[in-house]
């Protein structure tokens, strides 16, 4: 496909995400029975709510979890709970296009304990003649874990510290047997979530992220942000909503805003899809990214007894 042509199916694709994205949140309520909907829509939500935090002896509080940079685990997350993730993203760099592919398992061993485990990969299109462009590889092994230390079921609250460790492999494949290291990715962070209500929820994401080559040398960190507020729809675990993920060195700031939606096609199978509008585009331009969600097991359900 030509570049050109690329960039405009693109664009139109991170178009239909902008505007689908508010359609998805309008619910036409016929004005004879409105105060009738209102209501079933409030027992709806109650009922959800109900499901989620008060089915077991351990508390937790249902947070909406943003689609492009995701937690490592629930906010809260039950001994069980088990999750499959498989997500892929277009980056228009300007002198070629990114292509990211990755595939992520999460599990809870024990209450409020969240592992992770990925696979990131990257695969690159010259746009232009003669354009640099990255080799085409596995990027790393991510190890994480998460431990949710505040659960104020009373204020709609959680917090949690994390940790997450890149084992960064080298460029070409040729180099793994000789280095099969490059390097070490070090970002430990916070999380404050917060529902306002049952249909609003509010989630910070922060830390520093520190790389120590082969070698020793360290590069110049830097301190993640990520901003989010969604809107979830009555009674389901649909949602729109904003996430800006924002990267702070010693002279920039730059900032991406992703428009995204979630729809859950059953119990255990949700999608969701995401745009990248960047605010400074002397890096990147428009990008799109989807991730496939399946769970097996979730902790949202009675637990079985006998």
């Not at 460790?165 to 070090?186: I, M, Q, W």
């Amino acid at each position: 496909m030509p570049p050109r042509r690329r960039s405009g199916l693109r664009a139109h694709l991170v178009a239909l995400v902008l505007v689908a994205a508010p359609l998805a949140a309008q619910q036409p309520v016929p004005t004879d029975s409105a105060q009738a909907r209102r209501d079933s829509v409030d027992r709806a939500d109650s009922l959800f709510v109900e499901r989620v935090e008060r089915v077991t002896a351990s508390p937790k509080v249902y947070h909406a979890e943003p689609l492009f940079i995701d937690l490592l685990r629930d906010l809260g997350a039950r001994r069980g709970e088990a999750e499959w993730n498989v997500g892929f993203g277009m980056t228009d760099r300007l002198a070629y296009d990114e292509y990211k592919l990755f595939v992520e398992y999460e599990w809870a061993p024990i209450d409020r304990l969240g592992l992770e485990i990925e696979l990131p990969a990257s695969i690159h299109t010259a746009l232009d003649r003669g354009a640099a462009v990255p080799r085409d590889r596995l990027e790393s092994l991510k190890l994480g874990a998460q431990w949710t230390a505040v659960v104020d079921t009373a204020r709609h609250l959680s917090m949690a510290v994390a940790y997450l460790h890149e084992v960064l492999l080298p460029e070409s494949p040729r180099d793994l047997g000789r280095t099969p290291v490059a390097g070490h990715l070090f970002n430990p962070f916070a999380v404050i979530a917060k529902r306002w209500g049952t249909n609003w929820h509010t989630l910070l994401y922060t830390g520093p992220r520190l790389v120590r080559e082969r070698g020793g040398r360290w590069q110049p960190g830097e301190v993640q942000a990520n901003w989010n507020l969604h809107y979830m729809l009555p009674g389901t675990r649909n949602f729109v909503g904003m996430e800006l993920n924002q990267v702070i060195t010693r002279r920039t700031s730059d900032v991406v805003m992703r428009p995204q939606m979630r729809l859950a096609l059953n119990d255990h199978l949700l999608v969701g899809i995401a745009a990248g509008v960047p605010i400074n585009r002397q890096r990147e331009r428009l990008g799109l990214f989807v991730r496939l969600i399946y769970e097996p097991r979730t902790g949202n359900r009675p637990r079985a007894h006998g």
